[in-house]
């Protein structure tokens, strides 16, 4: 409608202007979409040409219009290009933005010179008008980067890169752990989670979590864009630092679940030794808060289905198959063949006994090899079993992005150490650690946090061995509170 419109202005000669439509003071005045030509103030330059008109082919023989003035760029709204420079115009004087207006008053004007420029913007009420520069504090974060080869007179070009990729890891990290408390905070509020109105959200951020480490890992790309010899050039001005001691990524992994005891020794010494007083104590505090798996644990162990028959049953069945397994391979004649099938009908039900026995869990427990409770280990397992069911599909969503997250550290740990390999090879590290052999070890089981549901498959049995939850399990639509 307002093609044909000004179609048919253009036609009847009338001065119309589409770009009056992109000028505050017009707003409230505009009849039917358009409004004869007048000589206002452009809101992107605040200059105010003799004679608008809409650079549009089609309406115009002209492609001239306000916003050309000044080298102001804006491409026309239809998708023909910037308009041709060639205005005749006279500059306004700029009004100054008031920065406490009064009481039921809104502001509509350009804020300080310099750092809004001229655009004429509707600010809330209330609200103190900010530009992009100083909303991120981007004067003070580009000083920030400071080259130690620069400072002492051997400028090394990729020492900027280096420093960049580390200090955006920090923010990251600053990231992971706004989200890791948010996800804590939630778990942790027993009236919230009574409904488990929460659990989209929790799904929600440790998603963010995920994607976040990823980013993570992909900037070690931008590393290896590095020679030996580039990194070489500026190494050793930075002596004693380390990426040992961030403390943000101790924060991270303690948060996450990691104790001291699986951490490998650091010259034999507590890790936190690397650390100052200050940020040791912030770490020390994380060790002895509750971390992400230990509130995980406590939501699995409210799973429904954990009381009643059904676990017996299960165990029932898959006992049940493993006789009909050991009979069948006892029935083998090949003396070969069957002191294998034999073999491994051993290990198949010495792995289950040790799911289903509450004593051989907590051995297991004892010796490392699995984190969680017996109950919060069933509760996961059951879940994994009927993830399709409406009731059990967001708490399985859950529990594959706690694997993420621990795949894509596991991932972040390994290009560490490849990164550092490359660089350096087995050279000791600049903070005194042995480098890419330290790193290396890191690399491992040992420092998976939810190492006990990646290894749940191991206990996923055939469909025809699950017994069905009874109606009312089915129809709970909460994890019910201890």
Known sequence: ALYRALKLMNQKGAGYSLCSLFVNDTFAKVERGVR??????????????????????????????????????????FGHGAPEVDLDYTPIA???????????????????????????????????????????????LLKLSEPRSTQYGKPAHDEPLFICVHQVYELWFKQILHEIDSVAKLLTNDKEMADESPMFKISQRLQRVTVTLKLCVSQFDLLFTMTPMDFESFRSFLVPSSGFQSVQFRLVENKLGIRPAQRIKYHGADYKEALTPEQAAAVKKTEEEPSLLQLIEAWLERTPGLKGTWWATLEKNVQERHAAERAAA????????????????????????????????????????????????????????????????????????????????????????????????????????????????????????????????????????????????MELSTFPMA
């Open 94 to 140: 700029e009004e100054p933005l008031p920065t406490n207006p009064p009481d039921g008053a809104t502001v509509s004007g350009t804020a300080s010179a310099g750092s809004m420029g001229t655009m004429r913007v509707q600010v809330p009420e209330g609200i103190t008008p900010i530009s992009y520069g100083e909303y991120l504090k981007i004067d003070e």
């Open 330 to 473: 006892e029935a083998i004649k090949d003396d070969e063949v069957r002191a294998n099938e034999l073999a491994s009908c051993e290990i198949n039900e010495k792995t289950f006994a040790s799911f289903f026995s509450p004593e051989a869990h907590a051995e297991a427990v004892r010796k490392g090899s699995r984190r969680l409770s017996h109950n919060a280990l069933k509760g996961a397992l059951l879940i994994f079993l009927f993830r399709d069911q409406p009731r059990f599909q967001l708490p399985y969503a859950v529990l594959l992005t706690l694997q993420d997250i621990d795949t894509n550290l596991l991932e972040w740990r390994h290009k560490h150490a490849s990164l550092v390999q490359r660089m350096i090879g087995t050279k000791m590290g600049t903070g005194g650690s042995s480098g890419y052999m330290y790193l290396r070890s890191t690399v491992s089981d040992r420092y998976k946090v939810f190492l006990d549901l990646a290894n749940l498959s191991t206990y996923l049995v055939p469909r025809e061995l699950i017994p069905p939850l009874d109606k009312s399990t």
């Open 36 to 77: 004869k030509r007048r000589d206002y103030a452009c809101s992107w330059r605040g200059q105010k040409p003799k004679g608008w008109s809409c650079w549009r082919r089609p309406f115009t023989l002209s492609r001239k219009h306000c916003c050309a003035v000044n080298g102001c760029t804006m491409s026309c709204p």
